[in-house]
């Protein structure tokens, strides 16, 4: 039987991540786990609103909970990083502090009292914890193999520690096990938990093109193929400000920059012409057709024919 | 009877009034924030609180009645941003709405804006639709609304809700909605004559020949 659960996709993962929703539903459908999109949902608020006085931040996060309880689930899942910070730290907020709980609760008087009992996933949580990556790996038909991938965390999976989906802040290895069991090869890099810029790409490009020229760089320097992240905004930052990078350092070589989902979606046999490959500054697909990962049926079959 | 206060004064009025027709009970002469009387053109924005009760209430002045305790103030009209656009040039993207109202983006989800609304429409839930880009929601959720203004005077992110459902409308009227063949096969045969000789018989013909026409018509029911 297909297990269910409330799933929260963010505004990001309906416009420009699309193809990270989707993945996510293809992938979680193979595992046995049906992704519930919540009927009623609102931005997480983006970011954490860290202003103490300001409880206006934390309406958007909590009326989520409520939504995720209206629609009969007690967890609720989601797979942008930026939505999974947001949604948990209000959550953690809301638990830990009776009176800003109350004061929120007495705001939103049309909506049911929320009493902080939902409990927020992300998907890698929700891989590691209830799918488990053994399970993972029996789903995988195209294994990556000799595909050299560059776990790439950013900061807001694991930053503050209260929410961090890895117990090791510094060193997490969560990525790099989702990368064995997709037959892959990790390149762990001291950068997989520096920060992208974020928001700042808004402000000024080119400091966030220096951050890719770092981070980036320093991963191509280990000879990763390929980059694999979990948030659409890291996803942004390092594949379009490549375009930026060539200018600073001129020995830099593209690197694309995936969704893990994407990753899982190919490993299990899913056609890479429905993984949103084209939607990428920097195309996948030439490094995987080289490592034997993408092959066209059709030209192989001519070719044998001949 | 009823006590009500308009403008800081009390008045006592029969209590079976909405709040519109009380006001001419008094002697108001309306000229602004009245039009159609049937709660639908959106002219009569009324706010309100009630004698010992924190809370601002809002309402159509020509669909609310009055009641004992009621401060009221009309909200003739609702200052807004609108914006001038093409609709024939827009294309219904993702980000078409937040490109002419960026404000949206600023939307807390705080709900204020759906407390506001007289039509009960699910006001910031619709916002949120158009901020994610999803057109045919944000059309679909707004659907009822009279464009009275009382959410945009309320909203804190400043953002002038009406506008943006209207606009998420027209995309969906023009760009979206499935095209109905039948209309534009109906259309085109209104326009190449088809229907004018039997037009034309009809406008000549004696009164006493359209009652017979009328009795005899074939209803489509009976057709079917």
């Excluded at chain 1, 951050?211 to 390092?238: E, H, W, Y």
């Excluded at chain 2, 029969?14 to 006001?23: D, E, G, V, W």
């Amino acid at each position: 039987m297909t297990e269910k659960i409330a799933y929260y996709p963010g505004c990001t993962a309906k416009s420009y991540a699309k193809y990270m929703d989707s993945t996510a539903r293809i992938v979680m459908k193979e595992l046995g786990i049906e992704l519930v999109e919540l009927d009623r949902w609102n931005c997480c608020g983006t970011v954490y609103g860290l202003a103490d006085d300001n409880l206006y931040s934390q309406l958007a996060p909590i009326r989520n909970m409520i939504r995720t309880l209206e629609n009969g689930f007690d967890e609720v899942v989601t797979i942008c990083s930026m939505c999974y910070n947001t949604l948990a730290r209000a959550n953690d907020l809301f638990k830990s502090d009776k009176e800003k709980a109350d004061r929120l609760n007495a705001f939103m008087y049309k909506e049911p009292d929320y009493e902080g009992n939902v409990t927020v996933l992300h998907l890698l949580d929700l891989l590691v914890k209830r799918v488990k990556f053994q399970a993972v790996k029996e789903k995988v038909t195209n294994p990556l193999k000799g595909l050299k991938i560059a776990p790439y965390y950013g900061c807001t999976l694991l930053r503050p520690r209260e929410i961090s989906i890895d117990e090791n802040i510094e060193h997490p290895s969560i990525l790099s096990e989702l990368i064995f069991a997709l037959g892959g090869e990790p390149v762990e890099d001291p950068y997989m938990t520096e920060c992208c810029g974020s928001y700042l790409t808004v402000k000024d490009k080119h400091l966030v093109a220096d951050r890719t020229n770092k981070i980036v760089g320093s991963m191509q320097k280990r000879s990763a193929d390929i980059i694999m992240v979990s948030c659409p905004l890291c996803q942004f930052n390092l594949d379009r400000r490549q375009k930026e990078v060539k200018a600073l350092n001129p020995a830099f070589h593209k690197v694309p920059i995936v969704y893990f989902t994407q990753l899982m979606a190919l490993a299990m046999g899913v056609d890479y012409k429905k993984l949103g490959f084209q939607d990428h500054y920097v195309d996948p697909v030439p490094i995987l057709k080289k490592r034997g990962l993408i092959r066209e049926k059709k030209k192989v079959a001519a070719k044998i024919a001949k | 009877m009823a006590r009500i206060i308009v403008a800081n004064t009390e008045y006592k009025v029969p209590s079976n009034l909405t709040i519109m027709k009380a006001l001419e009970y008094l002697g108001w002469r309306l000229k602004r924030g009245v039009g159609c009387r049937g709660g639908f053109c959106g002219a009569c924005s009324t706010i309100y609180r009630m004698k010992g009760d924190h809370k601002l209430y809002t309402g159509l002045a020509c669909a609310t009645k009055v009641e004992d305790g009621m401060i009221i103030a009309q909200i003739p009209i609702s200052p807004a941003n609108k914006k001038s656009y093409n609709i024939d040039s827009l294309k219904a993207q993702p980000n078409t709405i937040l490109e002419l109202y960026p404000e949206v983006a600023r939307c807390i989800s705080c709900n204020t804006c759906t407390k506001a609304c007289p039509q009960d429409i699910q006001v910031m839930d619709y916002v949120q639709a158009a901020l994610r880009g999803d057109i045919a929601k944000a059309a679909e959720l707004s659907f009822d609304c009279i464009m009275c203004g009382l959410c945009a005077t309320r909203c804190p992110a400043e953002i002038t809700q009406f506008n943006v459902g209207i606009l998420a409308r027209r995309l969906y009227g023009k760009y979206i909605a499935p095209k109905y063949k039948q209309l534009e096969k109906r259309v085109k045969e209104i326009e190449q004559g088809k229907f004018e000789d039997e037009l034309s018989k009809l406008t000549k013909a004696s009164k006493q020949k359209l009652v017979e026409l009328y009795a005899a018509r074939v209803r489509e029911e009976v057709k079917r």
